[in-house]
T-cell receptor, first 114, second 117 residues
Framework: AQSVTQLGSHVSVSEGALVLLRCNYS??????LFWYVQYPNQGLQLLLK??????LVKGINGFEAEFKKSETSFHLTKPSAHMSDAAEYFC????????????FGQGTILTVHP | GAVVSQHPSWVICKSGTSVKIECRSL??????MFWYRQFPKQSLMLMAT?????????EQGVEKDKFLINHASLTLSTLTVTSAHPEDSSFYIC?????????????FGQGTRLTVV
């Protein structure tokens, strides 16, 4: 079975600083990995995804993530945080070959200080 | 990207009543829809998988008689919380996908905040 672990339920950075949100996965099949962002009382917006091919994936709003099979990781980064990045972020892995069936990590709340 | 719309965005109901939440794919045919529940400060937990024209598949621990799911058309799935109780208060989110996406993405609705009083 697939599982996802996000290290750190809360991350706080200063505006302009590097953002690093950690995600490790466990999967018995080649994983499809996702990062979503959720603003309060809203649904999820896809930031980026890895399916196959290039292991460094670029997403929206300046975010990117690198798939590292040897480390079973898919950490999310952004070189310079913006106040509007403050939200909750979820890493997810698709369950086997089920269409859109996702297992989510616990979520990481990102706070950006001026 | 494709658009999935949920309605209502929030609802307050009395204990013991039933509430229906709709999930619509607006610009694509959703062969499969998923229903998730998110308790405060927690992650999303899959409740059930709904395929058009067939019975939903529920995750372990989810009461199928309490959470009725109908996926009667390729653009609409409904979740009915029957005899709701305060512990059912949660944020419910649907997502939708179709075979053309080849497993690579599901699109999420904006969620429904249910409060049972």
């Amino acid at each position: 079975a697939q599982s996802v672990t996000q290290l750190g339920s809360h991350v706080s950075v200063s505006e302009g600083a590097l953002v690093l949100l950690r995600c490790n996965y466990s999967s018995s099949v080649p994983p499809y990995l996702f990062w979503y962002v959720q603003y309060p009382n809203q649904g999820l917006q896809l930031l980026l995804k890895y399916t196959t091919g290039a292991t460094l994936v670029k997403g929206i709003n300046g975010f990117e993530a690198e798939f590292k099979k040897s480390e079973t990781s898919f950490h999310l980064t952004k070189p310079s945080a913006h106040m509007s990045d403050a939200a909750e972020y979820f890493c997810a892995v698709i369950q086997g070959y089920s269409y859109g069936k996702l297992t989510f990590g616990q979520g990481t709340i990102l706070t950006v200080h001026p | 990207g494709a658009v999935v719309s949920q309605h209502p965005s929030w609802v307050i109901c009395k204990s013991g009543t039933s509430v229906k939440i709709e999930c619509r794919s607006l610009d694509f045919q959703a062969t499969t829809m998923f229903w998730y529940r998110q308790f405060p400060k927690q992650s999303l937990m899959l409740m059930a998988t709904s395929n058009e024209g067939s019975k939903a598949t529920y995750e372990q621990g989810v009461e199928k008689d309490k959470f009725l799911i109908n996926h009667a058309s390729l653009t609409l799935s409904t979740l009915t919380v029957t005899s709701a109780h305060p512990e059912d208060s949660s944020f419910y989110i649907c997502s939708a996908t179709h075979r053309g996406l080849m497993n690579t993405e599901a699109f999420f609705g904006q969620g429904t905040r249910l409060t049972v009083v």
